[in-house]
C-alpha cells in the first residue's frame, strides 16, 4: 500500500513560478495577465502536514500567500488552506481531495462576487523538475470549469 501522507513531497524545496491568470473571472474573459514569482515549499508536523511561502510579482506590485496542507490518514485526504498576504485575517475554506494517477484533485465549496462556486485545484505534470498547477470555477455545481489560473513551477 503507498503512503499517501508524503503526495506533496515533489513540492518541496525552492521553485521559480510563471504565472497565468485571466484578466476577469466568471465574466467570459479570454484575456490573459503572465507574471512571475516563487516559491518555497516544506514539511511540517514532521511531515503529516506542509506549507509553501508564495511570491507573486504583479504588475500592480509584489505580494505574499502561504498554503497550509494537512493530511488526514483516516480518510486519506489531504486539506488545503490558502491565507493571502493582501487580506491577513483572512482564510479561505480548505480544498479537500487526493492524488490519483499522478494527478492531484481538491474541491471546495465558495462564493465569488457573492454567488455560490465550486472551486477546483490540479496539480498535474509532476516531474522532478517541475510541475503544474490549476485553478477553475464552476458556476453549475461542477457541470462545467472555467480554469482561471495556471502556474507552471521549475526547480531553482
Known sequence: MTDTSHDFDFHFGSW???HRQLKERLAG???WVEFDGSATAGPLLDGSA???DNVFHKAGGTYRGVTLRAFNPETKTWAIWWLDGRF???LDP???GSFEGGVGTFYADETFNG???KVRFLWL???PTSHRWEQAFSTD???TWETNWVTVFTKK
Do not use: L, S, W, Y
Open 125 to 127: 505534470d509532476i516531474k
Open 115 to 117: 454567488k455560490p462556486i
Open 94 to 96: 480548505p480544498m479537500v
Open 16 to 18: 521559480r513560478a510563471h
Open 88 to 90: 491577513p485575517h483572512t
Open 141 to 143: 455545481g461542477g457541470k
Open 50 to 52: 506542509n506549507q509553501d
Open 29 to 31: 474573459c479570454t484575456e
